[in-house]
């Protein structure tokens, strides 16, 4: 990724922090601050910076400018993708999941094949004939099924389904 980082003039002769210490914090809290974005996902951590080669020197704002290339870890949910998702809230039209940074994971009751809502001493979906539940806190093992990109939350909104071999609750 490529990014031009502004620094004022009188932190870098300050030297209390080195010219790669302030771009490092300003990028991390630049990025940080984002939920994600359409392009590149969820962004999970700074991983590195390459060396800084250019610069140049803005005189009406007093501000050294850093044209810096970066890497950043992060998460970008695709259709088809195997994910592992906690269970978070229950209703009678499904379940909400959370996995890692995304916290809108729908799975519909249609797409949990013979699992059926129950509101016994907490609300839950059991198997038929079986033994496997899911309630708040279980772990799922979970298929993409759709993305949504929603701008004004800056999140993707995911629908998924458990039907399929080696999917559910672990």
């Known amino acids: 990724m490529n990014d031009d980082v502004a620094v004022p003039y009188h932190m870098i002769m300050s030297h209390d922090q080195t010219h790669q210490e302030i771009i490092f914090l300003d990028l991390y809290i630049k990025y940080t601050s984002k939920k994600a974005s359409e392009e590149n996902g969820y962004y999970i951590a ?13 005189q009406d704002s007093n501000q050294v400018v850093f044209s810096t290339t970066f890497r950043y870890t992060i998460m970008k949910p695709c259709k088809g993708e195997i994910l592992f ?8 039209r499904g379940i909400i999941l959370k996995s890692g ?4 994971i729908f799975l519909s009751k249609k797409r949990m094949g013979d699992y ?4 016994c001493n907490e ?15 279980t772990k799922v093992k979970f298929r993409v099924l759709n993305v949504e990109w ?7 909104n995911i629908q998924a389904t458990i039907i399929g071999d080696y999917l559910g609750p672990i």
């Open 116 to 119: 059926e809502f129950s509101l």
């Open 85 to 92: 998702g906690i269970v978070t809230e229950i209703n009678r």
């Open 150 to 156: 929603f701008q004004s939350e800056e999140e993707f």
């Open 101 to 104: 940074p995304i916290k809108n």
């Open 123 to 137: 609300p839950m979906f059991l198997k038929v004939k079986a033994l496997p539940y899911m309630k708040r806190g």
């Open 46 to 58: 700074l991983a590195g910076i390459n060396p800084v080669y250019e610069f140049r020197y803005d």
